[in-house]
């Protein structure tokens, strides 16, 4: 690790040296950074790791909380600001902004129901049900024409995914990096044009990190911003666009892409 251009940590197999001095001996199975977190130098580095996030939304019914823990969870946020910088998933960030700002949350209804306008309302509660054992809130959706509530079990993957890429993008902490593998996935061609689009015009102090195959997502995306990662056996490289004299025409640079010899040996954006 450097910094200022001057190594501050170096580690291999043997030792780690701070700042040219031997630490003492540490396990080789934990981070450096980790380890190392109370330094003054390290700690900033350290804070901003923490507010990485690598989010899988495929599974509805990951990291559950229930409506008892949900409601200590209530009194401790005070505010919007005090749910965006807490380190709570955006599921749970997404039910207590119900409680604590709900501009916010019907600002995030509003743009989920613009992606789907069959939908006309969202609420977070917990479902009644033998099989749940605790009370477990859930988010669940009211179709146009349709009476009863859809809970997320029964969403396609596509429309939660999208309601929470979109709540990541008001809840998500200030300086937050969201890395999203795969970004089109399970999204259907109208998510993957609007997420798109929601991802390039948002204002706030976010960075998104996202790795895609799409020709839209790509074509959309300034290649000023493209990373091209390749792989050669256990070697993954990540270059600029500009190494490879692609045209400034996105529909030039995306066919000049795939046409890469780099491409036919596994080439992601």
Known sequence: MYKNKS???KRDIDKIMFNNVKTVKLPQEKRVINLL??????SIIYKN??????HDHSEATTNRVSHGDMNLKVEKYKSIQDIQESDESVRTKLYLTLYKSKT???VIKEKFIDFFPYVENIKIEPISSKKILQEIPFIQIKEKGIEHWIDERQLSSGMLRTLLHISELYLGANGTVILVDEFENSLGINCIDEMTNEL???????QFIITSHHPYIINNINYANWKIVTRNAGNVSSRDATDFNLSKSKHEAFTQLINLDEYSEGVDV
């Open 49 to 54: 790791f923490q507010k990485i996030t690598f």
């Open 104 to 106: 916010t949350f019907n």
């Open 37 to 42: 977190k109370e330094e003054d130098e390290i």
């Open 200 to 206: 390039i015009i948002h204002k706030r102090d976010l």
């Open 7 to 9: 190594e501050i940590i």
